[in-house]
Each structure stands twice: as C-alpha cells, then as structure tokens.
C-alpha cells in the first residue's frame, strides 16, 4: 500500500568548485544553468568592505526582529510565506535601508550584479530586480542569525517557497529552473556557521512527505540521514552561492560572541531570455 511507504530521499549529484580570489561571471552562470551545484570563493571581498558593513547592519535604524519562526535580525525584505503585494510595499519601504548597508562603497553584491547584468546582456538576456505593480525588489537583505543547538538554520530548500508563492509573483516561473541563492559574508564566528548541503534535491513528493509543500522548511534529521552531505567552512569575506533547490542549512555556531551577518539575494531564469533577482 502507497501509505506504507517511507520516502526514501533520492540521491543527487553534486558539483562543486571551491576557490580564492575575485568572482568570476561565468561560474556563476553555470550554476544559474544547474551544471555547478555549488561555488564557493574564498576572500572575494576585502575585510574593509566587510568591516564597514556589519557596522551599518549594526547600527541600521532599518534593523528588525525575525518573526518567521527563524531566530536573529533582518535589514531588507523577505519574498518568504508573503504575497506579492505584501513583499514588494516591504522591499520599497526597506530600500533606503538596504541602501544605507553600502553607502558609497564599491560592494560586492552591486558589483556581481552590474557584471553579470553586462555580460548576461551580451548573450541576449535580460538580468533584472523582479517586480510589480507594488514595486521593486531590494538587490540582497541583510540578516544575522541567533540559533544556537545543532542548526542555527534548519536544512531546508528554496524553491518551495517560490514554487508556491502564486500567481501574481513573476518570480514563481523561475521555480521550474535553477533557483539560485546567493550569500556574501561580512562577518563570521570562528566556529561553526558553517554552510551543510546535501546530495539532494527533493520533489515535489519529496516535500509532501516531510510536511514542507509550500515552504520547504525544515527537513528533519531521519530524513536525510542516509544522504551524503558537504560542508563549507566560510570566513569573512567569502561569498557561497548554491543550487537552492538541494537540501541545505547552517550549523550551529560557537558562543564567541562575533555575529554572523550575511548578505542574502535570489535568481535564476525565469524565461530562456530572463533572469530574475529578489531576496
């Protein structure tokens, strides 16, 4: 009988590329078209930048509690568990915060999108904030977590969510490809923090099974026991960016009181000639 099976998690393969240095378009690329899985480059930003950014995430009036069940602070706008309505009057009223992060640095997260925008264009595609009637998507959010225990974020997917997110969200056509989410780090503890993916990449089966259709948050620890999993180590000024739609967390991080603050965005194809981003 169907009830009587156990949803095993299917096995994915993984490819990863780990390296030092400046970002390069083309990988990116490669993961917005699902051939890498993951990109992890170490020191791609200055400690500089870094610096200057956790001081006005810190000090940012915009600063606000999480209240979606994840424990921490958040600059910026989240598409998560909202309409588009809702999201895209938060990402307007949030802009002149998630503006205020920079100021006149020359950062990361502008810079990946002003090349990957030229050369995108290049090859005939349109790379832009999503949007709507509401508004304009922010280009990243800042968020920093408090979890303590073994995650401070559970391992979850990212494409539920946008899968589900409805019909008046642009965003929602992007779920049928290659959800990638993007991460800049300004600062990290010394232990833990770190960024688990597993070899896996559930369906929407998958997700009816764990309870987790519509948000695809959290898959339990039975769950993915079996499933091989890689961990990445991220130090200050390192930026990750993964295949959203493999299972992926963060570990608990060590009580030495430097926070974690992240930057945080969201793209892929929406059509063959479109790629949006969004946070």
């Given at each position: 009988m169907p009830s009587q099976i156990?949803?095993?998690?299917?096995?994915?393969?993984?490819?990863?590329?780990?390296?030092?240095?400046s970002i390069n378009t083309a990988e990116i690329i490669s993961v917005l078209k699902g051939e890498l899985t993951a990109l992890h480059i170490k020191q791609a930003f200055s400690t500089e930048v870094a610096e200057e950014i956790t001081t006005n995430f810190i000090g940012s009036s915009g600063l606000r509690e999480?209240?979606?069940?994840?424990?921490?602070?958040?600059?910026?706008?989240?598409?998560?568990?909202?309409?588009?309505?809702?999201?895209?009057?938060?990402?307007?009223?949030?802009?002149?915060?998630?503006?205020?992060?920079?100021?006149?640095?020359?950062?990361?997260?502008?810079?990946?999108?002003?090349?990957?925008?030229?050369?995108?264009?290049?090859?005939?595609?349109?790379?832009?904030?999503?949007?709507?009637?509401?508004g304009q998507a922010n280009v990243c959010r800042a968020l920093s977590w408090s979890g303590s225990g073994t995650f401070s974020l559970d391992p979850h997917d990212d494409v539920a969510q946008v899968l589900r997110a409805g019909d008046?969200?642009?965003?929602?056509?992007?779920?049928?490809?290659?959800?990638?989410?993007?991460?800049?780090?300004?600062?990290?503890?010394?232990?833990?923090?770190?960024?688990?993916?597993?070899s896996h990449k559930p369906t929407v089966a998958d997700r009816l099974s764990q309870g987790v259709e519509t948000t695809g948050y959290p898959y339990s620890a039975a769950y993915l026991e079996a499933v091989p999993c890689r961990e990445f180590e991220l130090k200050t000024g390192d930026i990750a960016l993964i295949d959203g739609g493999f299972v992926h967390g963060v570990t608990g991080q060590s009580g030495n009181g430097k926070r974690r603050v992240l930057l945080n965005c969201f793209f892929g194809f929406a059509r063959p000639d479109l790629v949006l981003w969004w946070t």
């Open positions: 156990s949803q095993v998690p299917a096995i994915s393969p993984v490819s990863i590329k780990e390296r030092t240095g999480r209240k979606d069940g994840v424990p921490g602070q958040y600059v910026g706008a989240s598409h998560y568990r909202k309409d588009a309505a809702t999201y895209f009057a938060d990402a307007e009223n949030a802009r002149p915060y998630v503006d205020a992060l920079f100021k006149s640095l020359v950062d990361p997260v502008r810079a990946v999108f002003g090349a990957l925008k030229r050369e995108l264009h290049n090859q005939g595609i349109e790379l832009r904030l999503a949007r709507s009637e509401h008046d969200y642009e965003l929602s056509s992007v779920a049928h490809n290659t959800v990638a989410a993007l991460n800049f780090y300004p600062s990290m503890p010394e232990e833990g923090g770190n960024l688990k993916l597993w």
